[in-house]
């Protein structure tokens, strides 16, 4: 049985989701992080298998169908 864990937040939040992704990765849960920042601040969150970047569209239903059918954690992350 597999599953992830999706996380939104703020910028200023960011110590806190990346220490929701470690206790995920602790249980072997994917993760994926949706922020609307853009790229350029992506190296905060190396540590998120997915991290979907921009505002919520076709992208946003494409990682719920890839989750449903793997729920694995990604050799590398997913953007």
């Not at 806190?16 to 995920?24: G, K, L, P, S, T």
């Not at 919520?56 to 449903?68: E, G, M, Q, S």
């Amino acid at each position: 049985m597999g599953g992830a864990v999706l996380v939104s937040g703020m910028h200023i939040q960011r110590q806190q989701m990346n220490d929701i992704c470690r206790r995920a990765h602790a249980f072997d849960l994917a993760v994926a992080i949706r922020r609307s920042f853009g790229q350029r601040l992506s190296g905060y969150y190396p540590s998120f298998d997915y991290l979907h970047v921009g505002e919520l569209a076709i992208a946003t239903n494409d990682l719920i169908a890839r989750l449903a059918h793997d729920p694995s954690r990604p050799e590398q992350q997913v953007v």
